[in-house]
């Protein structure tokens, strides 16, 4: 007969992250350009552009690095700040980051990476075929990605700066990645152990949170039906529905507080219960 685990036996949880989302840029959308079959001519929530920071004592994990103004005066974005300097405000100088997570390679997820020169950057084996492949002769798919910003992540690939993943893959007990695809083929979240249980950065897996609940596709997506498995694997992996920030909804500044009174309107803290 089997017995029960004592308590001193049972796995100790990891020691919780951090977790802080900081908006550097916005811009107006039209109802059909966040979700697909959607009425052009209605408004939308406006779009908010994030960078993600999780950070445990001496372990830093910067997710995503955004897009820089002259990148936002090419695609009519409103710039607000770069996010190097809201990381600065959290205490993190982009100069001194050792661990770069992109969750694909989209020009505002990847752009700003040369601000980073002592990262390691941690991709989906998928994501990187899928930007160099057949795909990219096609405007529908090339659209969203910047050529130059691409052939810079071969550059660090050929320099040894990119680590490569396949699916899932835990970076540290409390920090793990996870494949869904579905927007890009090698879309990643990220799934981390904080004070209130698993969150999951969503990324581009659910750009709104609308998108999920609705079960209302984005419109730039490599595959329709991946995303829609995507939306199930988000729940999987959180501690429950409410624990998956999506990648760029608005809602995620009213939703969560300013950690402190100079990031109000720019950072939040997403390791606490969100409001609503």
């Given at each position: 007969?089997?017995?029960?685990?004592t308590?001193?036996?049972?796995p100790?949880?990891p020691?919780?992250?951090?977790?802080y989302?900081?908006?550097?840029?916005t811009?107006?959308?039209?109802?059909?350009?966040?979700?697909i079959?959607a009425?052009p001519?209605e408004?939308?929530?406006?779009m908010?552009?994030f960078?993600?920071?999780?950070r445990?004592?001496?372990?830093?994990?910067v997710i995503d690095?955004?897009?820089?103004e002259?990148?936002a005066r090419?695609?009519?974005?409103e710039f607000?700040?770069?996010p190097?300097?809201g990381l600065?405000e959290?205490?993190?100088e982009a100069?001194?980051?050792?661990?770069?997570?992109?969750?694909?390679l989209h020009y505002d997820?990847?752009g700003?990476f040369d601000?980073?020169p002592?990262?390691r950057?941690?991709?989906?084996?998928r994501?990187l075929a899928y930007?160099t492949g057949?795909y990219?002769a096609?405007?529908?798919?090339?659209?969203a990605?910047e050529v130059?910003e691409?052939v810079?992540?071969v550059r660090n690939?050929?320099?040894?700066?990119?680590e490569?993943?396949?699916?899932?893959?835990?970076?540290?007990?409390?920090?793990?990645?996870h494949?869904v695809g579905?927007h890009?083929?090698?879309?990643?979240?990220?799934?981390i152990?904080?004070?209130i249980?698993w969150i999951?950065?969503a990324?581009?897996?659910s750009h709104?949170?609308?998108?999920?609940?609705?079960?209302?596709?984005?419109?730039?997506?490599?595959d329709?039906t991946?995303?829609?498995?995507?939306w199930?694997?988000?729940r999987?992996?959180?501690?429950?529905?409410?624990?998956?920030?999506p990648g760029h909804?608005?809602?995620?500044m009213?939703?969560?507080?300013a950690p402190t009174?100079?990031?109000?309107?720019?950072a939040v803290?997403?390791d606490?219960e969100?409001a609503g």
């Open positions: 007969m089997s017995r029960k685990a308590p001193a036996e049972l100790a949880a020691a919780p992250f951090e977790v989302a900081i908006r550097y840029a811009v107006e959308r039209s109802s059909a350009e966040n979700f079959g009425d001519h408004r939308a929530a406006r908010d552009y960078v993600w920071l999780a445990r004592s001496s372990e830093v994990f690095t955004g897009f820089n002259a990148a090419r695609r009519r974005r607000l700040r770069s190097v300097a600065k959290l205490g993190v100069a001194d980051v050792e661990n770069v997570i992109i969750t694909h997820h990847v700003n601000l980073f002592s990262a950057f941690h991709l989906q084996d994501e930007a057949r990219m096609t405007g529908f798919f090339a659209a990605y130059d691409v810079a992540m690939v050929y320099a040894g700066r990119v490569f993943h396949d699916g899932d893959a835990q970076l540290v007990p409390g920090l793990s990645l494949r579905g890009t083929q090698g879309l990643q979240v990220v799934r152990w904080t004070r249980g999951v950065l990324s581009d897996a709104y949170t609308a998108n999920m609940q609705e079960a209302r596709p984005f419109p730039i997506v490599a329709v991946e995303m829609v498995d995507g199930r694997r988000l999987e992996l959180a501690s429950s529905p409410r624990h998956i920030v909804d608005p809602a995620v009213r939703r969560y507080g009174p100079a990031l109000e309107g720019l803290r997403l606490a969100p």
